[in-house]
């Protein structure tokens, strides 16, 4: 596993505000369902 720096140098996206769950709850994620299930797949 690469530190916190060598992977922000990379371009890796790190996420790490607790306030994403609450986000994707409100805009219609179930309990004990991905978040990839509110992506609609045509």
């Known amino acids: 596993m690469k ?3 060598d992977r922000l140098k990379s ?3 790190i996420v790490g505000d ?3 769950g609450t986000m994707i709850m409100q805009r219609g ?3 004990r369902k991905p ?3 509110l992506i609609p797949i045509f």
Request: avoid cysteine; charged fraction near 25%; hydrophobic fraction near 25%.
């Open 3 to 5: 530190n916190l720096e």
């Open 11 to 13: 371009g890796d996206v």
């Open 18 to 20: 607790g306030g994403w």
């Open 29 to 31: 994620l179930r309990r």
């Open 35 to 37: 978040p990839t299930s």
